[in-house]
């Protein structure tokens, strides 16, 4: 109930908005997916609750995403690092949303995002996508 109240606010009264828990079968231990969906347009909107990189929600920035709606983003960097955790659990979309991410032409801290997937054990799982993304 509490997802539809979120995705009414989000799209308007008009239409029917649907919102659960994603169908990834592990959510992994920094916390889960909210999916809200405004079945008129299909537009989808996910909410991930929790920090699966340390620190990356004091890297955020407020974005409005729909008029009086704002919510904090994570850097590319890190929502980069987060699909990575989510691949290494089987997810075949996040694969292709870093694919899409490094095919990019803004800039990325690089070295950062070296450091984190080593310590996130997810170096050689980067280092792959990047070459698949050439």
């Known amino acids: 109930m509490q997802n539809r109240k979120a995705g009414r606010k989000l799209f308007g009264k008009e239409g029917r908005v649907s919102g659960g828990q994603d169908a990834i079968p592990t959510p992994h231990k920094a916390g889960g997916l ?14 991930h609750v929790g ?20 919510v904090p ?7 980069i690092l987060s699909k990575l955790l989510w691949i290494r659990q089987g ?20 070295e950062y995002l070296r450091m984190q ?15 698949q993304a050439r």
Do not use: H, W
């Open 91 to 110: 997810s075949g979309k996040s694969r292709q949303d870093v694919l899409s991410m490094l095919r990019r032409r803004s800039p990325l801290d690089q």
């Open 34 to 47: 909210l999916a809200c969906i405004y079945e008129q347009t299909f537009f989808k909107v996910d909410f």
């Open 51 to 70: 920090e699966a990189i340390p620190g990356e929600l004091t890297r955020t920035r407020q974005q409005e995403i729909a008029p009086g709606v704002t």
């Open 117 to 131: 997937a080593e310590r996130l054990g997810v170096a050689e799982l980067l280092t792959e996508m990047r070459e």
């Open 73 to 79: 983003l994570v850097n590319k960097e890190d929502a």
